[in-house]
């Protein structure tokens, strides 16, 4: 059981608009920010969102990131078809001194 | 970049060390991790370390049995592995922090991982 709490799954159509949430406590997601990586099996993941909301260059803006208190979110809107992947939240755990992830949300575009 | 190597078919009770070696940026810099995925499970963080390698910090899962490390002359990060278990059969990636200032910021560059599988 992993120390943050995703959904296993998400899905959506094509232009619609998906979010993911991440749940954790005080000692990870309440006092550090969150990151979002996307993941397709048997590849390198990738870094979607750093600091609860900042898009590295080359990430559409069609994904955005938002945390509060201990919860925070991964929306993306305009749903593609290649959009379908694994995705994590991941955060630093003062308690644990030490990343925690969530357990991945996997999404699909129907 | 990054490439990882030195995975493969281990016994329970044996070791093996991976290395991640690193090209394009400054590697004394940067924090690195490793980061796991089990089959049919998700990512799972092991091990960090600071860029003048004085700082190591373990997952709960491979506290003592585990030993992080870099070598900034050869650019390459390692991670030692003892008394593996069939819970640690997984890709194993190498993951760069992106600031040159702290340990725990976002990992902007990943390898794509070396395969250890642990079975009699």
């Known amino acids: 059981q992993s120390v943050l709490t995703q959904p296993p799954s998400a899905s959506g159509t094509p232009g619609q608009t998906v979010t993911i949430s991440c749940s954790g406590r005080?000692?990870?997601?309440?006092?550090?920010?969150v990151y979002w990586y996307h993941h397709l099996p048997g590849t390198a993941p990738k870094l979607l969102i750093y600091?609860?909301?900042q898009r590295p260059s080359g990430v559409p803006d069609r994904f955005s990131g938002s945390k509060s208190g201990t919860s925070a979110s991964l929306a993306i809107s305009g749903l593609r078809s290649e959009d379908e992947a694994d995705y994590y939240c991941?955060?630093?755990?003062?308690?644990?001194?030490?990343?925690?992830f969530g357990g991945g949300t996997k999404l699909t575009v129907l | 970049q990054l490439v990882e190597s030195g995975g493969g078919l281990i016994q329970p009770g044996g070791s093996l060390r991976l290395s991640c070696a690193a090209s394009?940026?400054?590697?004394?810099?940067?924090?690195m991790s490793w980061v796991r995925q089990a089959p049919g499970k998700g990512l799972e963080w092991v091990s960090a370390?600071?860029?003048?390698?004085?700082?190591?910090y373990y997952a709960y899962s491979v506290r003592g049995r585990s030993t992080i490390s870099r070598d900034n002359s050869k650019n390459t990060l390692y991670l030692q592995m003892n008394s593996l278990r069939a819970e640690d059969t997984a890709i194993y990636y190498c993951?760069?922090?992106?600031?040159?200032?702290?340990?725990?910021?976002?990992?902007?560059?990943w390898g794509q991982g070396t395969m250890v599988t642990v079975s009699s």
């Open positions: 370390v600071s860029g003048s390698g004085g700082h190591t």
């Open positions: 993951a760069k922090v992106s600031v040159t200032t702290t340990i725990n910021d976002a990992f902007d560059i």
């Open positions: 394009g940026f400054t590697f004394s810099s940067h924090a």
């Open positions: 991941a955060v630093w755990d003062d308690r644990l001194s030490g990343w925690v």
């Open positions: 005080s000692s990870n997601t309440g006092s550090n920010y």
């Open positions: 600091r609860n909301n």
